[in-house]
């Protein structure tokens, strides 16, 4: 598993979409599939910064901060799950928000502070709500977990509406239904960790990593063929 308090640069402007975003340049398209038919690696992105295109040094970053927005959640779960001694808990709670706030400040240095405030809250609140749902895993507590789910789903639907407010055209629909997804995927992978079934949680962790480097790969596109003028190099 990646190390999730690794410290990632941002070197460029980027822009968030948890849990698999789009833009598709004028249109849309179904996140859902780009993420999961993209099967590329983050080894395939490791020519020298000073070499690359602006663009492909934004699609670099993105996978970079996305894909630590996953391991940083799923360590968290893993130990909560585990039961984690305090200190350890505390480093891997840190690292989780020290993401997000990345993650709100990359969206702020597209489209200003606005947008960083619209999206920090419901941000915080869906890894809030991630971080219950694991502990009602542990605690075999349905209730709990039905609460943290129905409370996901109106963060989900936040997150989708403040980037469709930003991006118009990113349909509001396409994205909550990718972001869904997405949070399916990591929470089954909390319930196999939570059985003892690890060789199943790996490889849905693996499968969510793929998911969200492809949703890196369609936004970095999105945002340069919406962007033009900043990314003519």
Do not use: C
Request: glycine share 6%.
């Amino acid at each position: 598993m990646q190390d999730p308090a690794k410290n990632n640069k941002v070197t460029l402007i980027i822009i968030f979409t948890l849990i698999g975003l789009l833009v598709g340049g004028a249109v849309a398209y179904p996140i859902g599939r780009s993420m999961m038919d993209d099967t590329k690696s983050n080894s395939s992105m490791t020519q020298d910064s000073s070499t690359m295109t602006k663009a492909a040094g934004l699609r670099v970053t993105l996978n970079n901060l996305l894909r630590e927005h996953v391991t940083t959640n799923l360590t968290v779960s893993y130990n909560i799950i585990d039961k984690a001694p305090e200190a350890k808990m505390k480093a891997s709670l840190d690292a989780q928000t020290a993401n997000a706030v990345a993650i709100a400040t990359a969206v702020g240095s597209v489209y200003g502070d606005d947008a960083k405030t619209a999206i920090t809250q419901p941000f915080v609140d869906h890894l809030t709500q991630s971080n219950n749902y694991a502990k009602a895993v542990v605690a075999n507590d349905m209730a709990g977990q039905a609460t943290s789910l129905a409370a996901l789903q109106v963060n989900l639907r936040q997150i989708a509406d403040v980037f469709n407010s930003v991006i118009p055209s990113l349909p509001s629909d396409t994205l909550y239904g990718a972001l869904n997804d997405h949070e399916t995927l990591m929470n089954q992978i909390a319930v196999a960790y939570q059985a003892g079934d690890f060789n199943k949680a790996y490889e849905l962790e693996a499968q969510a990593l793929t998911q969200i480097s492809g949703g890196a790969d369609a936004l970095a596109g999105g945002i340069v063929a919406s962007k033009p003028d900043t990314f003519k190099n």
